[in-house]
């Protein structure tokens, strides 16, 4: 365990290197336009572009039916677990010999979220053009029936209000409301798109022709039907598990489990009341150990309740699911970057030792809240880690002690696992100055 020495010494009086490219390209390009936001903006505009087309030219409900389902199956389907290890595991599969400006791209892996609110947008929109044209018609008395209709002005207001309650800022202040609406708006409008797909089919079949025939051969029919799926299959693997719990201190307490394996990177979801809230934490798996822990600290109500009252059972649904520290292994030598309890994703990247790691770990008094076998595991698998203690040191710059590690460690990439000014600080301190910086994103 390093102590304030040799490999940080002096760092609050080193300078900074200029930042590359000029101000408002570098703004752009690292905080602004984010690759999440640009594939946000791709998936829109792309929709946007067939939007004026379809207008200039005209198209019936059925067919602007046919593209609202067709959003609203890529935005499902972006937030499916097996959907999101694969992206993860396919991008994650390049080897380190490939050049890094490839590794860095691939890396962004995580910022796949922008399709899947990309499309939820776009669908939002092309709904309205279908509820217009729905109204046209009915009103011309052409095809379109009163109860298409009603369930489509539904569907529209139950969208409108998961978009509305998923803007970043009300997510962020209230996000035990964006969840539960989200949620169970979520599963009523795909109830009603449902009755929509029979009802429009209906609407629109040719005379004679038999309503099951006709659903069973529309293209709606078999995506609606995937994405269905894809929503319930997580709650099919609803389980209530034991846990063993062991509190580390009135801060943290670091939960057991042993139904699955699990793999770094990987997070889980865990809930007490698993209609209402479910709560993200990273897996901590060691080598030839089976199951995994996890690091809970007090960060609310619910974190709150873990460490004072400590569950023997608590639920968990779906698979483990990769993040963010996934992409890791993509590069030769990494300084991973956590700030209290971020140390939970990163242990077992250095627990693996797939990758040279510097490990840089700020936190107060960190064995007595984090407690020694954890801090020991640590520095038996990376005996050159850093720990910083913020209650003897104080909090330090982040920036420049990051930056001197990478300088000493003649690193490839940065990994840091923080809350999110920090992180948002320190990606963007290192993305500015060449070196390639990941951490979570809080966009989705």
């Not at 890396?107 to 669908?123: F, L, Q």
């Not at 994405?227 to 693997?237: D, E, G, N, V, Y």
């Not at 420049?400 to 490839?412: G, I, Q």
Request: glycine share 6%; aromatic share 12%.
């Amino acid at each position: 365990m390093n102590e304030k020495g040799e490999v940080w010494q002096g760092f609050e009086d080193d300078v900074l290197p200029e930042k590359t490219q000029g101000w408002l390209v570098r703004n752009l390009r690292f905080q602004i336009m984010s690759l999440y936001r640009r594939l946000f903006g791709i998936v829109f505009a792309t929709n946007m572009g067939i939007f004026i087309w379809y207008c200039v030219k005209g198209a019936n409900a059925n067919q602007l039916g046919k593209v609202v389902i067709g959003n609203l199956f890529t935005a499902i389907l972006m937030r499916q677990d097996y959907v999101i290890n694969a992206f993860f595991t396919v991008a994650c599969l390049a080897p380190q010999s490939w050049p890094l400006w490839i590794r860095r791209i691939l890396a962004r892996v995580y910022s796949i979220g922008g399709i899947h609110s990309g499309a939820g947008v776009s669908g939002t929109v092309w709904l309205v053009l279908f509820v217009a044209q729905a109204t046209r018609e009915f009103i011309k008395k052409e095809n379109v029936t009163v109860p298409t209709l009603a369930v489509s002005y539904v569907i529209l207001a139950l969208l409108l209000a998961m978009v509305i309650f998923a803007y970043p800022k009300f997510r962020v202040d209230h996000h035990d409301a964006f969840e539960i609406i989200h949620r169970f708006a979520g599963w009523l409008a795909v109830a009603l798109v449902w009755a929509q797909v029979v009802l429009l089919t209906s609407d629109y079949r040719a005379p004679g022709e038999k309503l099951g025939y006709a659903v069973v051969h529309t293209a709606p029919f078999w995506l609606v039907l995937i994405m269905t799926c894809s929503i319930i299959l997580p709650w099919l693997r609803l389980r209530k598990v034991p846990v063993r719990s062991e509190v580390l201190s009135d801060h943290c307490v670091r939960l057991h489990f042993d139904y699955v394996d699990t793999h770094p990177g990987h997070f889980t979801r865990m809930s007490l009341d698993p209609l209402l809230e479910w709560h993200s934490f990273a897996t901590i798996s060691e080598p030839g150990k089976k199951g995994y822990s996890a690091v809970v600290s007090r960060a609310g109500d619910w974190t709150k309740k873990q460490i004072g009252n400590p569950p023997d059972k608590i639920w968990i649904r779906g698979i483990p699911c990769y993040g963010v520290v996934r992409v890791t292994p993509l590069f030769r030598r990494v300084v991973m970057v956590a700030t209290g309890s971020g140390i939970g994703p990163i242990a077992p990247v250095v627990f693996a030792k797939r990758t040279e790691i510097q490990l840089l770990w700020t936190a107060p008094a960190v064995r007595k809240t984090f407690g020694d076998k954890l801090v020991d595991s640590l520095l038996e698998a990376a005996p050159q880690s850093v720990i910083y203690d913020t209650r003897e040191h104080g909090r330090p710059d982040l920036v420049k002690l990051t930056y001197r590690m990478v300088r000493e460690f003649n690193a490839e990439a940065v990994v840091i696992i923080s809350n999110q000014p920090l992180t948002e600080k320190v990606v963007y301190g290192m993305m500015s100055r060449g070196i390639p910086a990941f951490g979570a994103i809080w966009d989705s």
